[in-house]
C-alpha cells in the first residue's frame, strides 16, 4: 500500500473525485436515456437543452471526449427534430 502521505492523499482525492464523476456521468447517461424515449416532441425540445449542457460539461471535464459529446448532442437533435 502508500508508504508516503502524500501518496495517501491523493488515493483519497481520487477515490473521492472518482465517485463525483461517476455521479455526473450516470445522471447524464439517464438523462440522455430519457431523452431518446420520449415521444411528445414539446417535451423532448424543452429538455434537449439540459440534456445538451450535461454534456459539454462533461466533455468539458475530459469525462468523454469533445467527439463523442459532440457526436452524442448531433444525434440527439436529430430525433428531437424528427418527433
Known amino acids: 500500500m502508500a508508504n508516503h502521505k502524500s501518496t495517501e492523499k491523493r488515493i483519497r482525492q481520487s477515490d473521492k473525485k472518482r465517485v ?3 455521479y455526473y456521468e450516470r ?4 438523462a440522455i436515456k ?7 416532441k414539446e417535451a423532448a425540445a424543452e429538455l434537449y437543452p439540459k440534456v445538451s449542457a ?3 460539461k462533461l466533455a468539458k471535464k475530459n ?4 467527439n463523442k459529446a459532440s457526436n ?3 444525434s440527439l437533435s436529430k430525433y428531437v427534430n424528427s418527433l
Open 34 to 40: 430519457k431523452l431518446r424515449h420520449m415521444a411528445e
Open 54 to 56: 450535461m454534456v459539454d
Open 72 to 74: 452524442l448532442k448531433s
Open 63 to 66: 469525462l468523454i471526449h469533445k
Open 20 to 22: 463525483h464523476n461517476k
Open 27 to 30: 445522471s447524464a447517461r439517464n
